[in-house]
């Protein structure tokens, strides 16, 4: 039966995807994308309830599949390696290179072991990271279905490009299961690569030249990582010999050579999950369709970075490159953090904002005790659902007003009622407590108690997330004058995402007792066991539902007050220069014509600013990798 689960996960989104690609019915390719998004989560809910478990599938349709993901992943560096040369982009080519003669020398001079034994391995970390693949990920396909339909109409389209779009799309579902599942770590580097070409032809989908730009930047920092990870993965064999990563994280201690192939792992990590000085390349992903940026940034190509990296925590934990590794964490959450404050952009606040939380996770790696990478964990989950819901409504927004812009979105609640309530729902789920993404920091402060300047870093990035948090709240809470809200029509398979995500996220924030003991707790048993922090008691456990209370009771108390309100609206004070009617105040400007009264925020470039800032913080991000790379030999 695991076998059947895993091989839905990971192989039936391969024949979706082509499915997708070949079938020209709209309405045929729709009803593929339905049924695998269902058979994806149900499978992922039936492998949750068989706990950890070890598989080693032979073969797929009687080939042996050892030999099957080789042939793939020489067969995947060819093709990246034809889009450099076609593209005459001398660094594509000469990464690309960089990987496939290491990988080539390596697999040919490598003894013959046989298939390893388990090939796969679920444990609480990759149930997690499937989890959130399939159900989080599944639903933003689901979205994407009426979504890229309005957005062709956008672009006037003469034949519609769904067929490629929904191709790669499905296949990241399929190998972002792969990576998270594969305990050879062979197998995890082809299905890593594959996540790198799949964002490459997502980020230049609409085509032109700044989305064939930014993805051909995606490409090359990621194969820069792709470098680093085959580095990794020959210096690891040669201190471990062996290719299963779980045999590398119960090994022990491993001498220098399995240091540095942590090392490179971890630079391999930070390319992919965009950590300072490679944010870059997710920024300009923004230009892509808005399902693209809600399923690289939430659920699937950024997690791949912090997953390796946890997965591997436990074998570097306590080392001097693990204090490195956490300081740049958190230097990399609090500066994010810091420049989504200075972003009147939804998708750019909200890519800021993943490239920081990132950046925590990673500390949480760095820190390595348990109560820091439960909350490294538990911070994957419930990140994954309130920013994938963010990511989802700004799409949903643009759409309508034509923006993506913040401030455009003042009184939002009269023309898209359900959705404005929707997203303040995300933000709320992301700012206050008892919601998991507050719970999970406030772990990881406890986690990082020892470390002062990670302390330092989280609390001040966490100081500045609720300025950008509280201010895009209040922005969408505010009223545009008109008496009566707009009736909001949206698709069912739009509409369905947005409040499957926002309920998920309280829901799980009310189970977070349960999420703990069921999918963290038997994680930190083994290599890696220990005290997990605040939430280890059963007692300090339900500390959270008082705070649910006292949330519902606010929420209640707002609700009656807003309902038995009578105040009238009057114009604002403007020193005696009012002109105009109180539904649209005005004060008497230069000519004595009226000047219309705006508010907006002051986002503080002079502080704040991404021009000013991103080179200086980029070195010295790089600064701190060179120092963390040096900490891997001490």
Same mark, same amino acid.
């Given at each position: ?21 070949l ?16 058979? &994806? ?18 073969s ?12 793939? %992943? ?26 496939l ?12 072991h ?5 090939? !796969? ?10 989890? /959130? ?12 279905l ?10 006037? $389209? ?26 050879n ?11 790198? $070409? ?7 989908h ?6 064939? =730009?930014? =993805? ?9 990582? +792709? ?10 064999? @040669? ?7 779980? %045999? /590398?994280?119960? =090994? #022990?201690?491993? +001498? ?6 942590? =090392?490179?792992?971890?630079?391999? @990590?930070?390319t992919?999950?965009?950590? &300072? *000085?490679?944010?870059?390349?997710? !920024? ?11 399923? !690289? ?12 990296? $946890?997965r ?25 953090? #810091?420049?989504? &404050? ?48 963010l990511?989802?409504?700004v ?15 003042? +009184? ?21 407590p008892p ?14 108690? %020892?470390?002062?300047p990670v302390?330092? $870093? ?5 100081? &500045? ?23 909001e ?23 977070? *007792? ?12 083994? *290599? ?17 539902? *008082?705070?649910?209370?006292? !949330? ?16 009238? /609206?009057d114009t ?16 008497? +400007?230069p000519?004595?014509?009226?000047v ?12 704040? @600013? ?6 200086p ?18």
């Amino acid at each position: 039966m695991e076998n059947t689960l895993l091989f839905v996960l990971i192989f039936l989104p391969f024949a979706a995807a082509g499915l997708c690609w070949l079938v020209p019915s709209g309405a045929v390719r729709r009803g593929v994308v339905l049924v695998t998004a269902a058979l &994806l989560a149900a499978a992922s809910l039936g492998l949750f309830g068989r706990g950890a478990f070890a598989a080693t599938p032979e073969s797929l349709l009687g080939l042996p599949l050892n030999g099957l993901i080789t042939l793939a %992943d020489f067969a995947l560096l060819l093709v990246i390696l034809g889009i450099g040369l076609k593209r005459k982009n001398r660094w594509i080519t000469i990464l690309t290179l960089l990987q496939l003669v290491p990988l080539a020398i390596f697999e040919l001079t490598l003894p013959e072991h046989g298939p390893i034994a388990p090939a !796969l391995v679920i444990d609480g970390l990759s149930l997690i990271m499937i989890l /959130v693949i399939s159900i989080v990920g599944s639903l933003i396909c689901v979205f994407a279905l009426p979504y890229m339909e309005a957005h062709e109409q956008h672009l006037h $389209l003469r034949s519609s490009r769904q067929g490629r779009f929904f191709f790669f799309l499905v296949l990241f579902l399929g190998a972002m299961n792969g990576l998270v599942a594969a305990n050879n770590i062979l197998w995890a580097y082809f299905f890593w690569e594959l996540t790198t $070409l799949c964002s490459f032809a997502l980020i230049g989908h609409d085509g032109g030249e700044e989305a064939t =730009a930014n =993805a051909v930047r995606a490409l090359v920092m990621n194969l820069f990582g +792709g470098v680093a990870l085959v580095c990794g993965i020959i210096f690891l064999y @040669g201190a471990a010999k062996t290719l299963s990563i779980q %045999d /590398v994280v119960q =090994a #022990g201690s491993l +001498g220098t050579m399995a240091f540095v192939a942590f =090392a490179l792992i971890a630079l391999a @990590g930070f390319t992919k999950a965009a950590q &300072l *000085p490679f944010q870059s390349w997710l !920024l300009g992903a923004m230009v892509a369709p808005t399902p693209v940026s809600a399923l !690289l940034h939430s659920s699937t190509m950024v997690k791949a970075g912090v997953y390796i990296v $946890l997965r591997f925590a436990p074998a570097f934990a306590g080392s001097a490159f693990a204090d490195c590794l956490a300081v740049a964490g958190g230097f990399t959450f609090c500066v994010a953090t #810091g420049l989504a &404050l200075g972003q009147s952009n939804g998708k750019r606040i909200l890519a800021y904002s993943t490239i920081g939380n990132l950046g925590l996770i990673m500390a949480c790696a760095g820190i390595g005790t348990p109560a820091a990478l439960a909350a490294g964990m538990l911070f994957i989950v419930f990140h994954a659902v309130s920013k994938g819901l963010l990511f989802l409504c700004v799409g949903a927004i643009e759409q309508t007003i034509g923006s993506r812009d913040i401030e455009d979105m003042r +009184g939002l609640y009269d023309r898209m009622p359900r959705t404005a309530v929707i997203t303040v729902i995300g933000i709320v789920t992301m700012l206050l407590p008892p919601f998991g993404v507050l719970m999970a920091k406030w772990m990881a402060i406890e986690a990082a108690a %020892d470390n002062l300047p990670v302390v330092v $870093l989280i609390a001040m990035g966490s100081a &500045l997330g609720v300025v950008v948090w509280g201010r895009w709240a209040g922005i969408l809470m505010s009223s545009s004058r008109t008496k009566k809200a707009w009736p909001e029509a949206q698709p069912a398979l739009l509409r369905w995402p947005l409040a499957v995500l926002a309920g998920g996220a309280v829901v799980l924030s009310f189970l977070l *007792p349960a999420v703990y003991a069921s999918l963290v707790a038997p994680m930190l048993k083994g *290599p890696i066991a220990g005290s997990a922090g605040s939430l280890a008691s059963g007692l300090a456990a339900y500390l959270i539902y *008082p705070l649910f209370l006292v !949330l519902a009771a606010g929420f209640l108390y707002a609700v009656i007050a807003a309902r038995q309100a009578r105040a009238a /609206v009057d114009t604002v004070y403007l020193a005696g220069a009012q002109a105009g009617p109180p539904e649209s105040p005005a004060f008497t +400007g230069p000519m004595d014509q009226p000047v219309v009264v705006s508010a907006g925020n002051y986002y503080l470039p002079s502080i704040f @600013g991404e021009e000013r800032l991103t080179f200086p913080l980029n070195v010295i991000a790089v600064a701190l990798i060179i120092i963390m790379a040096g900490g891997a030999l001490i």
